[in-house]
């Protein structure tokens, strides 16, 4: 009796480690029209919570080169998500204005929307399920 009691208990620990073990999907990402080989791209994966706060839940960088730049986040987890990403010119690692407000640098977000103003979480928005997928930004 003692035998299939562990048995028993091992088999349920094993199911519940696995259970935490669940891994989360690949999301790719492509940027596209990007104009020029200066600075940086810089991208980020954002929860509501990091949205317009700072650094992402995951983040990207890479050397500019025109036309399109594709990267991938990786074990992103089922939830509600929104990708911020900037072509980073002059190497500030910030986004640059004009004296009017407007940024002087290239920018896109998730959902595409051509927003005025700054965009909000629920502007841009997307769901992570069970399955890996794709993503197009455009500068």
Request: aromatic share 10%; hydrophobic share 40%.
């Amino acid at each position: 009796m003692k035998t299939l009691a562990l048995i028993l208990s091992l088999f349920i620990s094993g199911i519940i480690a696995n259970a935490q073990d669940t891994k989360g999907i690949t999301l790719k990402v492509t940027i596209e029209n990007v104009l020029s080989d200066e600075g940086y791209i810089l991208a980020a994966l954002h929860t509501q919570d990091t949205f317009m706060q700072g650094p992402g839940i995951q983040n990207f960088k890479h050397e500019a080169k025109t036309g399109s730049i594709s990267f991938v986040f990786l074990d992103v987890k089922p939830g509600t998500y929104a990708i911020s990403s900037l072509h980073d010119t002059n190497e500030n690692q910030r986004m640059d204005f004009q004296d009017s407000g407007m940024p002087k640098e290239n920018y896109a977000m998730s959902g595409n929307e051509m927003i005025m103003g700054p965009p909000t979480f629920q502007d841009v928005k997307f769901e992570v399920n069970d399955e890996d997928f794709e993503l197009k930004l455009h500068f």
